[in-house]
């Protein structure tokens, strides 16, 4: 069965500052990835996803995510973060051999941007 | 357009009661999910229906969780009778057709807050 780590539960970012939220995926088989955002008290909202082609993929807010199959990543960056940014992430993989487009999540980041 | 409605938002019952959340997707949207989220976790996946047909349903506590989807649209969550560990946001998601090609996005609602005390 296919499992995702966030390596970091808690991140604390200053405004204007990088950041950089680890995932690993256990599979090698190939998959589809995801990030989801979820803000206080709100839904999941898909940030960005990798399915095929480049793996560098971008959002409209200014996020990007690598996939790197050999090391079975999907890490996500911003190089400044505003106090918007403030919410949980989860990444999350889709495993192409599964059945019915189930999406397997991480346990989440926190990103908590300080000003 | 709208999104993926839930209700209640909020609840708050004691062990051994039952509760039911309701979630109506968006429209025509073919495949259902209800995820299961405790607090500090990821959502896990409880059932997922195509139309009124269940997909994967094989993390579902069968003694004590039941969901159905009978006219294919809107869809209900019971929990009977309710533990201690139930207490979890239940979200509720939906996606055009899980069978189509491509990873077709998941949609989610707002989730039910449910408290077991």
């Known amino acids: 069965a296919q499992s995702v780590t966030q390596l970091d539960s808690q991140v604390p970012v200053f405004e204007e500052a990088p950041v950089e939220l680890r995932c690993n995926y256990s599979s090698s088989v190939s998959v589809y990835l995801f990030w989801y955002v979820q803000y206080p008290n709100q839904g999941l909202q898909l940030l960005l996803k990798y399915l095929s082609g480049s793996t560098l993929v971008k959002s409209i807010n200014g996020f990007e995510a690598e996939f790197n199959k050999s090391q079975t990543s999907f890490h996500l960056r911003k190089p400044s973060v505003h106090i918007s940014d403030t919410a949980e992430y989860f990444c999350?993989?889709?495993?192409?051999?599964?059945?019915?487009?189930?999406?397997?999540f991480g346990g989440g980041t926190r990103v908590l941007v300080k000003p | 357009e709208a999104g993926v409605a839930q209700s209640p938002r909020y609840k708050i019952i004691e062990k051994r009661q039952s509760v039911a959340f309701w979630c109506n997707p968006i429209s025509g949207h073919a495949t259902l999910y209800w995820y299961q989220q405790i607090l500090g976790q990821g959502p896990k996946l409880l059932i997922q229906?195509?139309?009124?047909?269940?997909?994967?349903d094989s993390q579902l506590p069968k003694d004590r969780f039941s969901a159905e989807r009978l006219k294919g649209v809107d869809s209900t969550l019971k929990i009977q009778p309710a533990k201690l560990e139930d207490s979890a946001v239940y979200l509720c998601?939906?996606?055009?057709?899980?069978?189509?090609?491509?990873?077709?996005?998941?949609?989610f609602g707002p989730g039910t807050r449910l408290t077991v005390l």
């Open positions: 999350a993989v889709s495993d192409l051999k599964a059945a019915g487009n189930k999406l397997t």
């Open positions: 998601a939906s996606s055009l057709d899980h069978s189509r090609s491509g990873a077709n996005e998941q949609f």
């Open positions: 229906f195509q139309n009124n047909g269940v997909v994967d």
